[in-house]
């Protein structure tokens, strides 16, 4: 039988292949880049920090606490809408949604079932709590 390590290996390096992880990568890299949306990452950082400290204070200003808040939320959107941020959230969630998949395979290979049955549309719903789940039992 084949070394599972070995075959784990070869996997990762078919992973590190797929468009969606090269997506995912040229996203991050494409963000890392935009100089706006860094300034805008370092500016919530920054009032999320003053934020934090306010409110660690014995007694701190409730209005300033508030401005910062909303000083915090309002940034934190901006960088949410900002175009990079957004190309990126969507490639993420390619990526994690395929390695969701490949665990769950895994996990169903673990859990005794035949692999090659696996049905991803069928495990779509799977909250991952087997003991209120009827589908891959």
């Known amino acids: 039988m084949a070394d599972l390590m070995e075959m784990a290996k070869e996997l990762g ?7 969606r992880y090269l997506a995912f990568r040229a996203a ?3 963000n890392d880049k935009d100089e706006a949306l ?3 990452i370092g500016e919530f950082n920054l009032k999320r920090l003053d934020l ?13 606490v508030k401005k910062l808040g909303e000083e915090v939320r309002a940034l934190y959107s901006q960088i949410m809408a900002h175009e990079s ?9 390619e990526f994690e949604q395929m390695l969701d998949g490949i ?9 005794g079932q035949d692999p ?10 799977c909250s991952g709590d087997c003991s209120a789940c009827a589908g891959c039992h």
């Open 13 to 19: 390096k078919a992973l590190q292949q797929d468009e």
């Open 85 to 93: 941020m957004r190309k990126y959230q969507a490639a993420r969630a």
């Open 103 to 111: 665990n769950r395979v895994i996990a169903y290979s673990a859990a």
């Open 38 to 40: 860094q300034n805008l």
């Open 52 to 64: 934090g400290n306010e409110e660690d204070k014995a007694e701190h200003d409730e209005e300033r």
């Open 28 to 30: 991050s890299a494409e």
């Open 116 to 125: 090659d049955s696996y049905d991803p549309a069928a495990a779509a719903g």
